[in-house]
């Protein structure tokens, strides 16, 4: 047996003193990595430290010839590049820390002035008392005042999913980790519900002694991500060939037909010396080729000697091929020691320089960006998601939310405000739906205050807050009207025992030592038939009168009510006598219920909800919904919201025990067309969920309860309320903050456009790709000089990779895409029209550049200034072709909406400003020379020509 106390809480005044003494309820963040540490990783990258290696030996050369510049600019490239990105991917990632700030603002019920109110877990203090139910993690660790069925889950601590918890000393666990009246910060509430005296807060608490750091989402890999790495190898791949190939055809082109023949001693010796580098580089090279084994399906695991194999490990096999093969060179009658055994110096450079130039079109050709485009978008979406009232816990959620094809929802909440009232309280043994003073008021009383685990905030006397299971706080407002105090009433009577409301038994009983009646009584409310269908008798103003003549009126009546949308709820009592057991594993056993009556519970519809559901159905959505109400009033939530026309068949609505009785075989069959699943219990609503993804759907669920938590769990997105419990929301993917359906909408928006985005990017990044890859091929085989510089490919590289990145992943979602019918899954992320428009725009580009080295070449000579021209319209091109990008999908002009895309400004002025400046000021770094205005305005305006056009198709494709 509990005993129930009246509970004062700590003053104002105490929450400062304890705060001041004991400390807020927060955790300490962990100590993150210093910056500099962070930055230095990002030069783990085998290829950037193969370009550094490179770029050392070519400074080593540069002394010999006192020319730095392009050294210099090499460098500075290089940490640029890394610099730039590095800043960005910090700055996404840091985005994600909002989630754990959110955490600290969970809500929780308190005592304190004597009142009952929410505040948020940061402020909890030492001393105050709790009250807690089932579905709240617990906020700090404290000693139970009260505990009534209290189940915890401990796992998080002690690995213990399930410890009874109890302020019986009889019943203490001697052996538990913790005593059996404590509980822990972190634990769940799996059953039941306590009042707790909060000990310890923040970093003093057992959780926080033992607290890793808290979800930590950047991490995780979304399906989008995978694909896009599997793209991301095939184009290494592809540019690692390139590179080998462009090196071949300069290194030949060097040796073997330039002005000086060298013997067949020097060509053997370099040969000694590309082996040895090729060897020690190894850790660039072969996993790249073992990237494309898996891509092709051969999934070759990379031997364990270049996956762990150190660096330094591989320089020395290098230097071993080297000693070896020279040494095999002297047998032959090669002395590598002698000078005159090698290439010039001037050919070392060269070949240097070619090398250089082959291992930036690998740093090219690999698209850094599109990880960090992902990451850059979904963290943007993140961001604003969370302003339009979305809170992402997991990251794949935003993107799979665009291709979602179902959407289950429940009604509670999602579809209505969640504000419910009393509409109708019927109940036979009372006159015009009044109390009084006699004994069948009481009756009333009792079961309303005792038989519920819902408060009343008095805060604000001329608005009530409701804190709690809003159906009981609806039946609290409602006896509060009455001019009765619940909690008073709830004081007095000691519960003995209780099966809290469960969706599953969708009732809840209360075995209570009555102060009101003096008697042991049994309060039973839940669902009206499960009810009447464990009553006998009902109580009426003459007494009490056997049940079933009056069954059929009540059943009328019920179903008059769910008509019109309300929830019902029936109440039955039984006093007790006897000593026999009333509750046996959850049930009701042994007993007689005396039916009182049944109340109607309105919860008007949301305002914005039709639209929102219009706008799903629109974009092709299917919108599903599961209920644990009646049909009826299923039915007439469904027509309100526009799912549910008096055409639909009976097969589009199903109750939870039926859907249960159907097998796997039928029920796929029956999933497909169904519309409205009411009565339906959480195991239901996973089985829903499943089936529907065995047909391949993208299935989206939203739901509040504990309960809800596997099919959240199995959903592709779950979405949980923002007012729902913490396991809900823990299990979910997304919460919505406002419990409106409308941010469901705003979160396939958000989806499909973060994938548009990606698209986008990938566009614009693989058109560069492939042109700067077959021009530098091209212009190394028919060309003497290299149409582009080591550094210009880098700052080429850094337009691509990151400001593209930034500028077409941070455009705002656009609402056309809910126009469109959802994509599937599987699809690739390349569509056929994007590839198409890539080959169209990338080989006009590759004609126009080829034409001009050709008109610049002289006599095998381009000069400075036609290089800097060439440069500048290879980057102004691409500049251009960034507008088309932006526009791609939308078939509207690229202008539209470009006030609102800051980001993309931003970028564009970034490029041209950047460009400028390597141009005018560049000079031996960047092998540029400064160009006119005149100049500059013709190649301005010459390759806007890109834009023009693209607006034109877009112009022609609107017209038609
Ligand atoms: P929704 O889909 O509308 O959110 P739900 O699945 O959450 O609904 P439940 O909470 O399972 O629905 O409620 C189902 C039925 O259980 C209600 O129609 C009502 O009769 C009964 N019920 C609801 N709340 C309680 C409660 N606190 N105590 C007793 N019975 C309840």
């Known amino acids: 047996m509990q005993n129930s106390r009246h509970y004062i809480g700590l003053t104002d005044k105490q929450v400062l003193q304890n705060r001041e003494r004991y400390g807020e309820n927060v955790l300490t963040p962990q100590k993150r990595e210093p910056l500099w540490k962070l930055f230095l990783e990002k030069f783990e990258d085998p290829i950037i430290k193969i370009l550094l290696i490179a770029a050392f030996l070519s400074l080593g050369i540069s002394f010999v010839h006192m020319e730095f510049a392009e050294t210099i600019g090499i460098f500075f490239a290089i940490l640029l590049a890394t610099g730039v990105a590095f800043w960005f991917e910090r700055d996404a990632n840091k985005k994600f820390d909002v989630l754990n700030k959110v955490k600290d603002d969970t809500l929780y019920k308190i005592v304190r002035n004597e009142n009952i109110s929410e505040i948020a ?22 000693k139970l005042l009260e505990a009534v069925s209290l189940q915890i889950d401990e796992s998080c601590l002690t690995g213990e999913p399930i410890i009874d918890k109890t302020t019986n000393p009889d019943s203490f666990n001697k052996d538990a980790t913790y005593p059996s009246n404590w509980v822990m910060r972190g634990t769940k509430i799996m059953d039941g519900h306590c009042i707790v005296e909060v000990l310890k807060v923040g970093d003093e608490t057992e959780f926080g002694k033992v607290a890793e750091k808290s979800t930590e989402m950047s991490g995780e890999e979304t399906p989008l991500n995978k694909q896009l790495d599997k793209l991301a190898k095939l184009i290494g791949f592809v540019g690692l060939l390139l590179a080998v190939l462009t090196f071949i055809v300069l290194l030949v082109k060097d040796l073997f037909l330039g002005e000086i023949h060298y013997p067949m001693n020097a060509i053997g010796l370099l040969a000694v010396v590309i082996i040895a580098v090729t060897v020690a580089s190894a850790k660039v090279w072969v996993p790249i080729i073992y990237d494309y084994f898996e891509i092709m399906g051969r999934d070759k695991k990379l031997p364990n000697s270049i996956k762990k194999g150190s660096w330094f490990t591989w320089l020395l096999y290098g230097a071993g091929s080297f000693i070896s093969l020279s040494v095999i060179a002297y047998i032959f009658g090669v002395n590598p020691l002698e000078r005159a055994s090698w290439i010039s110096m001037e050919t070392a450079a060269h070949l240097l320089q070619y090398f250089m130039v082959s291992v930036t079109l690998i740093v090219v ?21 969370l302003q339009k009232n979305n809170l992402v816990r997991k990251m794949h959620a935003c993107e799979t939310m665009g291709a979602a094809t179902v959407i289950c929802t429940d009604k509670t909440g999602t579809l209505t405000k969640n504000q419910m009232q009393v509409h109708k309280a019927n109940f036979w043994c009372i006159k015009d739906e009044q109390l009084d003073e006699d004994v069948n008021s009481d009756i009333i009383r009792e079961s309303i205050s005792v038989n519920s685990t819902a408060y009343l905030d008095f805060s604000n006397p001329n608005k009530i807050k409701t804190l709690g299971n809003p159906t009981e706080a609806a039946l609290l407002l409602w006896l509060h009207k009455q001019g009765d105090n619940y909690l008073k009433i709830r004081e007095q009577s000691d519960i003995i025992e209780q099966l809290t409301f469960s969706p599953e038994r969708k009732f809840m009983a209360s075995l209570v030592e009555s102060s009101l009646l003096r008697r042991k009584v049994l309060y039973v409310k839940g669902a009206p038939e499960i009810i009447l269908s464990k009553c006998g008798s009902i109580l009426t103003t003459d007494g009490l009168k056997p049940i079933e003549g009056y069954l059929p009126v009540i059943e009328e009546s019920l179903l008059g009510f769910q008509k019109q949308a309300m929830r019902t709820l029936g109440f039955a009592y039984e006093i007790v006598d006897d000593t026999k057991d009333r509750f046996e594993n959850g049930k009701i056993v042994n007993s007689n219920l005396i039916f009182v009556g049944f109340t109607a519970i309105a919860d008007p519809l949301r305002e914005d909800v039709s639209l929102a559901v219009q706008k799903c159905l629109d974009a092709g959505i299917e919108v599903k919904i599961v209920t644990g109400d009646t049909p009826g009033t299923a039915k007439e939530i469904g027509k309100q919201i526009g799912i549910w026309k008096i055409t639909d068949k009976p097969e589009s609505i199903i109750t939870g025990s039926d859907f249960a009785e159907l097998s796997d075989q039928e029920a796929v069959q029956r999933v497909q067309q169904l519309k409205l699943m009411c009565r339906a219990r959480p195991t239901d609503k996973q089985r829903l969920v499943q089936l529907l993804q065995r047909n391949g759907e993208i299935v989206a669920v939203t739901g509040d309860g504990t309960n809800d938590a596997p099919a959240l769990n199995h959903a592709h997105v779950g979405l949980s309320m923002g007012s729902g419990t913490s396991v809900a929301k823990e299990a979910s993917d997304i919460t919505l903050l406002d419990d409106s359906f409308n941010s469901i909408t705003t979160a396939v928006m958000w989806g499909r456009s973060l994938y548009q985005n990606i698209q986008r990017f990938i566009l614009f ?44 992943a941070s455009l705002p979602p656009n609402p056309d895409v809910m126009e469109n019918k959802p994509r599937k899954n599987e699809d690739f992320i390349i569509t056929p029209k994007m590839s198409s428009n890539i080959l169209f725009v990338s080989f006009s580009f590759i004609i126009i550049l080829l034409s001009l080295l050709f008109i610049f070449d002289r006599n095998g000579v381009i000069t400075a200034y036609d290089l800097t021209r060439f440069f500048t319209i290879f980057v102004l091109l691409q500049f251009w072709n960034m507008f088309n990008a932006k526009a791609f999908g939308t078939g509207k002009s690229a202008f539209y909406g470009l006030h609102k895309t800051v980001g993309f400004l931003i970028a564009l002025v970034t490029i041209l400003l950047g460009q400028f400046l390597i141009v005018q000021f560049g000079g031996e770094v960047f092998r540029t020379v400064p160009l006119t205005l005149r100049d500059w305005t013709i190649i301005f305006v010459s390759t806007s020509l890109v834009l023009w056009i693209g607006e034109l198709v877009r112009l022609i494709k609107r017209i038609y």
């Open 365 to 385: 050709a690999v698209p850094e960006g599109l990880p960090m485009s992902v990451t850059l978008s979904l963290a943007l979406s993140m961001r604003r998601m």
């Open 121 to 142: 877990k940061k402020n909890i203090v030492v001393g105050d008392v709790l009250i807690l139910e089932t579905g709240e993690e617990v906020p700090a660790d404290g």
């Open 765 to 808: 990044q693989l058109t560069i790709n492939v042109v700067a890859l077959v021009i530098v091929f091209l212009g190394s085989i028919f060309g003497y000089e290299l149409p582009l510089t080591v550094t210009q490919m880098l700052w080429v590289n850094l337009i691509m990779d990151t400001f593209a990145a930034v500028a077409l």
